[in-house]
């Protein structure tokens, strides 16, 4: 089986700016969660889709926003991009429990 | 707040040795405890996880130890290898809340040939 396919792998933009990264889970997994990783804030949880609903969301503001399509794909979208953005982001997708994460996309806020 | 606690943030281990590597936990509802594995640049891998209806899990040289009642879990790796060098971190989530996980805050983990 193919694993999490994340894109783009590298962005960068500018404060301000808007972002929408992309996620392909695993062929079968119903449940895509989107995890934020710094190097300060370490692994943080933003939000989980199943069957296109919203079913668990972290401790991030409204910009940060989400989707899943019908195809179990999904989306995240970060408005009015801050410096504090960069960030490598991390989709997860499961069937059950056990979550397997795609590479990541490396967002570069300046 | 930090709802898992990591410990050590480094660790480095002689080949062969056994590399630990300790979490503690808050909250009473979590229930299933994975561990994952990143090298630079890549996505975390799902090493190995543990239920707390059970007190010891093991997988190869992997072998997870669960105290309930410390609220503490660790990472046993035996006869570390230096392909064994990575970030590791320790995971919980609560069983009937979908699939949020809380992470440590990792582990780098350097094995010396």
């Known amino acids: 089986k193919a694993g999490v396919t994340q894109t783009p792998r590298y962005l960068i933009k500018t404060r301000g700016q808007q972002v929408t990264l992309s996620c392909s889970p695993i062929?079968?997994?119903?449940?895509v969660s989107w995890y934020q990783q710094t190097p300060g804030q370490g692994l943080q949880f933003l939000f989980e889709?199943?069957?296109?609903?919203?079913?668990n969301k972290g401790n991030f503001p409204g910009r940060f926003s989400g989707r899943q399509f019908s195809n179990s794909r999904s989306e995240m979208n970060v408005s009015t991009l801050e410096l504090g953005d960069s960030a490598l982001y991390l989709c997860?997708?499961?069937?059950?429990?056990?979550?397997?994460f795609g590479p990541g996309t490396r967002l570069t806020v300046t | 707040q930090q709802q898992v606690k990591q410990s050590p943030q480094s660790l480095i281990v002689q080949k062969g040795g056994i590399s630990i590597i300790n979490c503690a936990y808050e909250?009473?509802?979590?229930?299933?405890f994975p561990w994952y594995q990143q090298f630079p640049g890549k996505g975390p891998a799902l090493l190995i996880a543990?239920?707390?209806?059970?007190s010891e899990k093991k997988e190869g040289r992997f072998t997870i130890s669960f105290n309930k009642s410390a609220k503490q879990f660790s990472l046993h790796i035996m006869d570390s290898q230096p392909g064994d060098s990575a970030t590791y971190f320790c995971?919980?989530?609560?069983?009937?809340?979908?699939?949020?996980?809380?992470f440590g805050g990792g582990t780098r983990l350097m094995v010396k040939p």
């Open positions: 997860a997708s499961s069937l059950g429990l056990e979550q397997y």
């Open positions: 062929s079968g997994h119903r449940s």
């Open positions: 889709y199943f069957s296109e609903t919203q079913r």
């Open positions: 909250n009473t509802a979590f229930d299933y």
């Open positions: 543990i239920r707390p209806d059970v």
């Open positions: 995971a919980a989530t609560p069983n009937n809340a979908g699939n949020m996980l809380t």
